[in-house]
């Protein structure tokens, strides 16, 4: 005689079960579905052909908590909990606008806000921005918040 597993008993079963001990519906809210939606937001983020754009969301994965190894902790994943979905997001990106028009600009949109604005910079421009005294850095009202290493870019974001 072969066990059947949880997915195949009737769906009448397993609502009485949920009712009795809701353990598997727990596992499935706090950690599936937390899992899907961190798998959704990296392959959208794989799937983007610039690279630009792909070290801001990384940026922004670590705020949200999407990479697990965030060093902001992901014990609350709010992103998750509001069920933001890349479906509902939207980026524009611009040349120039840094100082000096330099870099490249990006916003990055939700459905009822912005929320990322700021610039990408290469390894060169990062290095032409270390004249920036504070009085500068005070005007343009931004500051430099993410670095990717591999591909030596630099995201600046806007204080708001």
Same mark, same amino acid.
């Given at each position: 005689?072969?066990?059947?597993?949880?997915?195949?008993?009737?769906?009448?079963?397993?609502?009485?079960?949920?009712?009795?001990?809701?353990?598997?519906?727990?596992?499935?809210?706090?950690?599936?579905?937390?899992?899907?939606?961190?798998?959704?937001?990296?392959?959208?983020?794989?799937?983007?052909?610039?690279? %630009?754009?792909?070290?801001?969301?990384?940026?922004?994965?670590?705020?949200? &908590?999407?990479?697990? !190894?965030? *060093?902001? #902790?992901?014990?609350?994943?709010?992103?998750?909990?509001?069920? %933001?979905?890349?479906?509902?997001?939207?980026?524009?990106?611009?040349?120039? &606008?840094?100082?000096? !028009?330099? *870099?490249? #600009?990006?916003?990055?949109?939700?459905?009822?806000?912005?929320?990322?604005?700021?610039?990408?910079?290469?390894?060169?421009?990062?290095?032409?921005?270390?004249?920036? !005294?504070?009085?500068?850095?005070?005007?343009?009202?931004?500051?430099?918040?993410?670095?990717?290493?591999?591909?030596?870019?630099?995201?600046?974001?806007?204080?708001?």
């Amino acid at each position: 005689m072969t066990m059947a597993t949880f997915w195949q008993l009737p769906a009448e079963l397993r609502t009485a079960i949920y009712e009795f001990d809701d353990t598997y519906q727990k596992k499935m809210k706090d950690v599936v579905l937390e899992d899907l939606w961190r798998s959704r937001w990296v392959k959208f983020r794989n799937d983007l052909d610039c690279r %630009y754009c792909q070290v801001v969301l990384d940026y922004l994965f670590d705020l949200w &908590g999407v990479y697990e !190894d965030s *060093g902001y #902790g992901t014990t609350q994943i709010y992103w998750h909990k509001r069920n %933001y979905f890349p479906d509902d997001f939207r980026i524009e990106i611009t040349q120039g &606008g840094f100082c000096r !028009d330099m *870099g490249v #600009g990006i916003k990055v949109y939700s459905a009822y806000a912005c929320v990322f604005n700021g610039w990408v910079l290469n390894e060169s421009e990062q290095k032409e921005t270390s004249w920036l !005294d504070n009085h500068v850095v005070d005007i343009l009202n931004t500051t430099d918040v993410h670095w990717d290493r591999v591909n030596k870019l630099y995201v600046w974001q806007t204080l708001h």
